[in-house]
């Protein structure tokens, strides 16, 4: 049994793709798209028009609309000449993938061994792109027979969740302002934090102790335990997690919470000295 909480005339194609089986499969606007990136990627004076043209093979004319929209966007910019690079977005997701990948990687033994002692499902959480709700970047299951499940790549809203709460929290007082004016406070039970004061002071308790405790605010019979994992300056990275029916975990909750903090400070330490040897 588990407990689960629930909370879119044509040009002659280049030979590369007429060597590519996979081709009719594919969107001709979004490999144009890609073949862009790629070409501007592999540049390092940045590409004139004609180059771009010439690379992927598309009239200029028809090339034009895509480099603004990307240019617009961040994913290119153009230089003093009018030449066409990367932008900084496509360098942010770039490092972002990378660096979810270093954290999950380096997580991942810490979060296996805060399993076995607890017995609880255990999760690595992150703060959603665009800033509205966390997502689930990696789990260790519990191998109770009633248990706590979520998977992976799983989304759920920051105020009615511990993971949520520890991450926003710890964000700058700005970006946290910032996504107060948008938040929408759902009430998913009648525990759920539902109005802005209470979710201030809830979130200024988490600073205090360092540990969010979430007892049946999004799904009747579940609790979360969740500490934020914090790089060398103090910037919160992801959080550390678990979950697990509120009969079991209720009465461990000071043990339990103590657990899940020293484990986030295990990860963050083990995160810089990665950096650090980098």
């Known amino acids: 049994m588990r407990i689960s909480a ?22 001709r606007a979004t490999d144009r798209v890609i073949d862009i ?10 590409l004139a028009l004609k180059d771009v043209s010439r690379g992927v093979e598309t009239p200029k004319s028809s ?42 990687e380096t997580a991942r033994p810490a979060l296996e061994a805060l399993m076995r002692r607890t017995g609880e499902t255990v999760f690595l959480a992150t703060l959603t792109s665009d800033g509205t709700g966390i997502t689930y970047l990696d789990k260790v299951e519990s191998e109770q027979i009633i248990r706590y499940s979520s998977g992976v790549g799983d989304r759920r809203p920051l105020h009615a969740t511990a993971s949520g709460k520890a991450i926003l929290a710890f964000l700058p007082e700005a970006r946290r302002a910032e996504i107060f004016e948008s938040m929408e406070l759902v009430r998913y039970t ?49 959080a550390c997690a678990i979950g697990g029916p509120t009969d079991r975990v209720r009465p461990r909750l000071r043990e339990l919470a103590a657990d899940v903090k020293a484990t986030a400070e295990t990860i963050a330490r083990r995160l810089d000295w990665r950096a650090g040897g980098a």
Do not use: F, M
Request: aromatic letters at 2%.
């Open 6 to 27: 629930n909370g879119t005339g044509h040009r002659r194609a280049p030979s590369r793709w007429r060597a590519d089986p996979g081709r009719a499969a594919r969107h």
């Open 37 to 46: 990136l790629e070409l501007a990627a592999a540049s390092r004076e940045g």
């Open 190 to 238: 009648e525990r759920t934090i539902a109005t802005l004061p209470a979710l201030r002071a809830s979130l200024e308790e988490v600073r205090r102790s360092g540990v969010c405790v979430n007892v049946e605010e999004i799904v009747h019979g579940a609790c979360g335990i969740a500490a934020p994992i914090l790089d060398h300056g103090g910037a919160v990275l992801a």
């Open 63 to 104: 090339l034009l609309p895509l480099l603004r929209t990307l240019t617009a966007r961040g994913y290119l910019e153009q230089g003093r000449a009018g030449e066409y690079r990367l932008g900084p977005k496509a360098v942010e997701l770039g490092g972002r993938s990378r660096g979810r990948r270093d954290l999950v």
